[in-house]
């Protein structure tokens, strides 16, 4: 096979093609980890915010459970 300019220029852009498609998909993979690491830290931060929610509900219903153990104990005094 003869290799001449034209044959060199031709795979120089072949080449060049190549390039610029793996550069446009390794900048599309960063974007969407870019939103992936979002989403992530979107997701933690309802968990936290849930936890937080769910132990307020314990403080409630630990604080209404010794109102009604008070109330009960009272009674019974009065009886």
Same mark, same amino acid.
């Given at each position: ?7 060199? =220029?031709?795979? =120089? ?23 992936? =690491? ?40 009065? =009886?």
């Amino acid at each position: 096979m003869k290799i001449d300019e034209t044959t060199l =220029k031709a795979e =120089k852009q072949r080449l060049e093609r190549e390039f610029t498609g793996y550069a446009e998909k390794i900048k599309g993979v960063e974007t969407d980890l870019g939103q992936m =690491k979002a989403n992530l830290n979107a997701l933690n931060g309802a968990i936290q915010q849930t936890d937080k929610f769910i132990a307020m509900l314990g403080q409630d219903i630990d604080t209404e459970m010794a109102g009604k153990q008070a109330n009960v104990a009272a009674a019974t005094l009065v =009886k």
